[in-house]
């Protein structure tokens, strides 16, 4: 293919959290697929709840071995000290930040949510945010209150992971629209980002799932400047990676807009060179 992949949308974890999580095992991955970089996510603080890890730092620790792979960073909200978190990862090292609304139990536009978007846009910490439906409440995680969040915050870039997903597509898409500039407007710049993980198959994570027809649109209507591809490891191997990349691949995008997708606006937000 000729293109360097620089994917963002890995969960990794120590091998007593989970062995098929590991950073080795990551690695496997990205040389069966052919991927140069890659960003591993630290695990959730409630992941490690009972256990000696504070998980930034031994995600910061452990990268600090690979090269190839670059960090982002968590936040626990059952904390006071927000800010003072979101420095530290600053700190490590680690180029941004995973939050989960749903997981993470808060509501998109809280008070605290905000304190973190704040001070991640101060650190300029790039966010990934999942978006969609993950059994929880739909009033605190609608997809659409990450408009708000870019209107406030117009200089945190963050991605919409899975673009809302099967459920909530539409909402995704309407979300990354309302912020890329109309063409004659060449003084702004669009912060929100559509990641494209776990989008790619029915028989794994069937509820996230894009038709062809649906990345097709979502490029035409934001462009390839605004599309991010993500793996979703562990919970997406070699067999759905290689579905994504396959996908991707067929959709019939110009060679440098799909090297956009692959890895070029991840390497320009994080101004990060390929290696």
């Given at each position: 293919m000729g293109i360097s992949i620089f994917a963002n949308h890995a969960h990794v974890f120590p091998e007593s959290f989970n062995p098929a999580g590991t950073i080795p095992r990551l690695?496997?991955?990205?040389?069966?697929?052919?991927?140069?970089?890659?960003?591993?996510?630290?695990?959730?603080?409630?992941?490690?709840?009972?256990?000696?890890?504070?998980?930034?730092?031994?995600?910061?620790?452990?990268?600090?071995?690979?090269?190839?792979?670059?960090?982002?960073?968590?936040?626990?909200?059952?904390?006071?000290?927000?800010?003072?978190?979101?420095?530290?990862?600053?700190?490590?090292?680690?180029?941004?930040?995973?939050?989960?609304?749903?997981?993470?139990?808060?509501?998109?536009?809280?008070?605290?949510?905000?304190?973190?978007?704040?001070?991640?846009?101060?650190?300029?910490?790039?966010?990934?945010?999942h978006s969609g439906v993950h059994q929880s409440r739909?009033?605190?995680?609608?997809?659409?209150?990450?408009?708000?969040?870019?209107?406030?915050?117009?200089?945190?870039?963050?991605?919409?992971?899975?673009?809302?997903?099967?459920?909530?597509?539409r909402e995704g898409l309407a979300v990354i629209f309302n912020h890329v500039p109309p063409p004659w407007d060449k003084t702004r710049k669009c912060n929100v980002f559509g990641g494209l993980a776990s989008v790619f198959t029915q028989h794994q994570n069937r509820f996230w799932y894009l038709t062809p027809e649906q990345l097709l649109e979502l490029y035409h209507?934001?462009?390839?400047?605004?599309?991010?591809?993500?793996?979703?490891?562990?919970?997406?191997?070699?067999?759905?990676?290689?579905?994504g990349l396959k996908t991707l691949q067929g959709l019939g995008l110009p060679e440098a807009d799909l090297a956009k997708i692959l890895g070029g606006n991840l390497r320009r937000e994080l101004n990060i060179t390929a290696r």
């Open positions: 690695m496997r991955l990205m040389d069966e697929c052919g991927i140069d970089q890659q960003i591993a996510f630290a695990p959730f603080p409630h992941q490690c709840d009972g256990r000696e890890l504070e998980p930034n730092s031994w995600l910061a620790g452990e990268i600090a071995k690979q090269p190839r792979i670059l960090g982002f960073g968590t936040i626990d909200f059952r904390r006071k000290d927000l800010a003072a978190q979101v420095k530290k990862v600053a700190d490590l090292g680690l180029v941004g930040l995973k939050l989960h609304p749903n997981a993470q139990d808060f509501d998109i536009l809280a008070p605290h949510a905000r304190e973190v978007y704040g001070a991640a846009q101060e650190h300029k910490l790039f966010c990934s945010f739909l009033t605190g995680t609608a997809v659409l209150k990450f408009d708000d969040v870019a209107w406030d915050f117009p200089d945190l870039r963050f991605s919409l992971e899975h673009v809302g997903g099967y459920h909530f597509f209507q934001v462009g390839a400047d605004q599309l991010i591809f993500g793996l979703d490891f562990p919970y997406n191997l070699e067999r759905e990676t290689g579905m």
